[in-house]
């Protein structure tokens, strides 16, 4: 049997605009607004860790790399993932 994770409740106050889309979505997927916030937390924070992943499987591609080309393509994506486009 699965043990229940412990829940803290927090207060969050959002744009009316994002607002209306979570009602939207929670409607559209027969769920709860505070379902939708939870799920698009948790798909925030994965993306953010894959972001920070290859971000670092960059910089160690690019610390063993002895290409001069794959090196400044390297520098050039690290770059972009840093301060944008």
């Known amino acids: ?9 927090q207060s969050v ?11 939207s979505l929670a409607k559209s997927n027969s769920t709860s607004a505070n379902r939708v916030i939870i799920e698009l937390i948790e ?8 972001e ?3 971000f670092f499987e960059l910089a160690d591609r690019l610390a063993h790399s002895h290409d001069a080309g794959e090196q400044k393509r390297l520098k050039a994506e690290l770059a972009r993932l840093t301060f944008g486009d």
């Open 52 to 54: 920070k992943k290859h």
């Open 13 to 23: 106050s959002l744009p009316t605009r994002i607002a209306r889309r979570v009602k």
């Open 43 to 50: 798909s925030g924070i994965e993306a953010r860790e894959r």
């Open 1 to 9: 049997m699965p043990v229940a994770e412990k829940t803290v409740r």
